[in-house]
T-cell receptor, first 110, second 111 residues
């Protein structure tokens, strides 16, 4: 059990609005990740963190920002949501080669 | 060419049968390989790592073929509960943090 929760689990928002997704872990894993999953694509890394206030961009970071002010929380923000950001978002923790995932957030941007 | 490619399936297999599927990767310098399992509308879960010498865990066997740049997953005596999407994952040589994920192979086990 990765001890990861994500909130909200489902969200519908309008184009142009800011959205923040939260990932919370009960362990003290150093590494945390945000992915998006779309049909026909593998999971794609958005941003990752290797410690408090230490974050870096992943493969598809445009339009997203993250923050990690505490070990247990990793926030993903869509500054101005677009329809192309409709997706399922997964948070994960653990070593890069052994990741554990939260239950996901289904985001729909209308 | 995608960095990690999988046959999307679905593979429809009767219960008790053996099924195998492959995943090809493009970067010959990749070092680490994994299979994850994802149930419908759930999160991915690590199934097994793939070592150069192969890896077996109960009914599941994973193999690596570096010469042809593919990994395989073999499931013996398949169960209804094996129905899921199997994700091939590769750790590329250019990053310690990023994994490259295949889009998955869907497996349906029929009674």
């Amino acid at each position: 059990d990765a001890g990861i929760t994500q909130s909200p689990r489902h969200k519908v928002t309008e184009t142009g609005t800011p959205v923040t997704l939260r990932c919370h872990q009960t362990e003290n894993h150093r590494y945390m990740y945000w992915y998006r999953q779309d049909p026909g694509h593998g999971l794609r890394l958005i941003h990752y963190s290797y410690g408090v206030k230490d974050t870096d961009k992943g493969e598809v970071s445009d339009g997203y920002s993250v923050s990690r002010s505490k070990t247990e929380d990793f926030l993903l923000t869509l500054e101005s949501a677009t329809s192309s950001q409709t997706s399922v978002y997964f948070c994960a923790n653990g070593a890069p080669t052994e990741q554990y995932f939260g239950p996901g957030t289904r985001l729909t941007v209308t | 060419r995608k960095e990690v490619e999988q046959d999307p399936g679905p593979f429809n297999v009767p219960e008790g049968a053996t099924v195998a599927f492959n995943c090809t990767y493009s970067n010959s310098a990749s070092q680490s390989f994994f299979w994850y399992r994802q149930d419908c509308r759930k999160e991915p879960k690590l199934l097994m790592s793939v070592y150069s010498s192969g890896n077996e865990d109960g009914r599941f066997t994973a193999q690596l073929n570096r010469a042809s740049q593919y990994i395989s997953l073999l499931i013996r005596d398949s169960k209804l509960s094996d129905s899921a999407t199997y994700l091939c994952v590769v750790n590329p040589p250019w990053s310690n943090y990023q994994l490259i994920w295949g889009a998955g192979t869907k497996l349906i086990i029929k009674p």
